[in-house]
């Protein structure tokens, strides 16, 4: 055999092993929203974002509030933003998620800052069908009984199944995440979700798929019954993944000087009766852990009382970081029903 017939065969063995055996799909970012284009593009229109008179903006974009870069969404809800005739205070943005069918897995993280304490329950983050317009999962802030704000989760239809609670510190920016396995079998769909990079619910066994639409991903503030003063929360740095290494959970980082402190303390899974980190008032995240049953210093499990919590320090303005946008196509979606309080 020639050395050029060796070389010739060679290359179609190599040939042919690549066509046995295909390359694998590589993880990707699906949809990032940093709102460093100083407009709302990475988003798709929601619920009220001017006020009745057409004027008022209750959704913008800004520079007074932000957890990284030069700009965050902020929304306020008034006592006049009412939602059809249901009666309900509401204002949201949406994203088309393309990570929702049947068996796919999602990873979202994004950050939250309250200037204020809740004054009553506000569902925050929430998914919502295509179509059939069902919720099936639900982030809320409500007032904690004896002051301060407290945050919760649970699956279901508005978070009906409570897993999880924990103290929210006004003024200081929260990473929120999630990551879900779509199904309509409550015995294969599962869900996890982070607090300040601290996992809180693991592995909880839901029917994360109301039907076979796909579903999409609403924040903002909806309230459910209209009342006469407003409500804000601004937020910042989304990202959408089928990995959870590009969801970049991790705990809000502190201003560069370190004299910003990070709020609040993750809970506890209701489910998993996980552990809970605390996060210190006066840089990075502390230590303080506890595991099981009761929580002294964290938030609670489902059913249990709610201790108090570790505060935060002063809010924080971190670093500039410019991050490539990469908005995902935007379907139009179609007017929809409310979800029901």
């Not at 003024?171 to 999630?178: C, D, E, F, L, S």
């Not at 076979?212 to 407003?230: I, M, S, V």
Request: aromatic content about 10%; proline content about 5%.
């Amino acid at each position: 055999m020639t050395s050029r017939t060796f070389r010739l065969r060679s290359s179609c063995s190599f040939l042919a092993v690549g066509l046995a055996f295909p390359a694998t799909a590589h993880a990707a970012v699906a949809w990032t929203a940093t709102f460093e284009k100083g407009d709302s593009s990475e988003w798709m229109p929601g619920t009220n974002p001017k006020g009745p008179d057409g004027v008022r903006k209750n959704f913008e974009v800004l520079g007074e509030q932000v957890y990284r870069g030069e700009f965050a969404g902020k929304i306020t809800v008034h006592g006049d933003d009412l939602f059809g005739q249901y009666k309900q205070d509401r204002v949201d943005i949406q994203h088309q998620s393309t990570l929702t069918d049947e068996g796919k897995n999602m990873w979202i993280s994004g950050h939250y800052m309250m200037p204020d304490d809740a004054k009553v329950r506000n569902e925050f983050a929430f998914f919502e069908s295509n179509t059939s317009f069902q919720n099936v999962m639900d982030f809320w802030v409500d007032a904690r009984a004896g002051g301060g704000t407290t945050i919760n989760f649970g699956t279901g239809f508005l978070g009906a199944n409570k897993l999880w609670t924990a103290d929210f510190a006004k003024g200081v920016w929260h990473q929120v995440a999630i990551h879900v396995l779509w199904s309509t079998n409550a015995q294969t769909g599962s869900v996890d979700v982070w607090f300040d990079g601290q996992q809180v619910v693991t592995a909880a066994k839901a029917k994360t798929k109301a039907d076979n639409n796909t579903l999409f991903f609403q924040t903002g503030l909806h309230r459910k019954d209209p009342a006469n003063f407003d409500d804000t929360i601004y937020f910042d740095e989304f990202i959408e993944a089928d990995t959870m290494v590009d969801a970049k959970i991790a705990a809000p980082s502190a201003d560069p000087a370190g004299t910003g402190g990070i709020g609040g303390m993750a809970g506890t899974a209701g489910a998993a009766g996980g552990s809970a980190a605390g996060a210190g008032g006066g840089g990075n995240p502390g230590g303080g852990s506890t595991t099981g049953g009761s929580a002294s210093s964290a938030g609670t499990s489902s059913g249990g009382a709610l201790p108090s919590a570790g505060s935060g320090g002063a809010p924080t303005l971190p670093v500039l970081r410019i991050h490539p946008a990469a908005p995902s196509a935007k379907p139009a979606l179609k007017t929809r029903p409310p979800c029901l309080l």
